[in-house]
């Protein structure tokens, strides 16, 4: 399978269940809907070939070890448990979590420079809780930069859970993109993207960096975007921890603020480097939290010609 081809399947999820998830999650309370997960979870472990192999290869890479069923089913029960818990954190039901926060000094900072940064991230946790943060936050705001054209489903979902709760979305691969993206920061948001997939007609080249010991492709669309409107980039992830806690972790990751052109190369690189180490450190850490269900490192000895698992592509975006 293209490692590109993930962007370019349906999208599976059902928005008559995930309201009627959402409704009975909210009455009964997180404890007790959280039951049915183990009963999602079983069903993808058992029906999905291709994505329970794409995460064997996945977790023998970040385990050191050979995966066996029973870290296959938890990897998949974290993702399950990531997307329940944004039904009640689109909700504002933040007292049922322990979010520990790490590095959060580095988006006040940026904050109180005026002008913006880019969050950087991937599908690594959850990015429903590093936005449940801005929104306890005033000052802080979040604007999402994703393809919205792969994520029509998403965003269906996610008014199903909480129309209020929306994000406040830039579509990419549109003229006006860069122009949105500007604005927001000029008004001091914070950008978020998810940066570790790559695009298929991407105007931007991708490459090679090594990952859990192996080459996988990166895209350097989102840090060119950054380094040409020269601003700071902090590299975020929302890691699940088991029962109710979540560790959200910011990292300086690289700042281009009065970049000279000819260093944009150069710098790009380096912050890739860095984007990329940060990954393999948190992958290791948090083994269970990455979220790319599909063949990563495109491996002759893994293949996944397609993935099972709902609304994977953009499920954190």
């Not at 710098?267 to 790319?292: G, K």
Request: proline fraction near 4%; charged fraction near 25%.
């Amino acid at each position: 399978m293209s490692r590109t081809a993930w962007a370019e399947r349906q999208e599976r999820s059902n928005v008559g269940l995930l309201r009627a998830m959402t409704w009975l999650s909210l009455r009964v309370g997180r404890r007790a809907s959280r039951a049915l997960l183990h009963l999602v979870a079983l069903y993808f472990v058992l029906f999905s070939p291709a994505a329970c192999a794409a995460s064997r290869d996945y977790l023998r890479r970040a385990l050191g070890r050979p995966a066996r069923w029973r870290d296959v089913y938890r990897h998949v029960f974290t993702f399950a448990t990531t997307i329940h818990d944004r039904i009640y954190l689109m909700n504002e039901r933040y007292d049922l979590f322990d979010i520990r926060l790490h590095g959060e000094t580095r988006v006040d900072e940026a904050l109180a420079r005026g002008r913006g940064a880019f969050l950087i991230g991937a599908h690594l946790g959850s990015f429903e809780v590093i936005r449940s943060v801005g929104r306890t936050q005033p000052a802080l705001r979040v604007a999402v930069a994703m393809y919205e054209e792969n994520a029509q489903n998403i965003n269906a979902a996610l008014a199903a859970i909480n129309p209020a709760a929306r994000p406040d979305v830039i579509p990419l691969g549109r003229v006006d993109a860069m122009l949105k993206v500007h604005e927001r920061l000029d008004a001091n948001c914070m950008v978020g993207i998810l940066a570790d997939r790559t695009l298929p007609h991407d105007t931007q080249a991708s490459t090679l960096r090594d990952l859990l010991g192996a080459p996988a492709a990166f895209p350097l669309g989102p840090l060119h975007m950054a380094a040409m409107l020269k601003r700071p980039v902090i590299f975020m992830t929302g890691l699940y921890r088991g029962g109710n806690r979540y560790d959200v972790h910011f990292e300086s990751l690289a700042d281009f603020t009065g970049l000279r052109r000819d260093a944009r190369a150069a710098a790009v690189d380096d912050a890739l480097a860095r984007y990329v180490a940060l990954l393999d450190r948190y992958c290791r850490a948090a083994p269970y939290n990455w979220f790319n269900f599909f063949d990563f490192w495109q491996n002759d000895e893994a293949p996944a010609s397609r993935t099972d698992l709902p609304a994977t592509r953009n499920s954190d975006a």
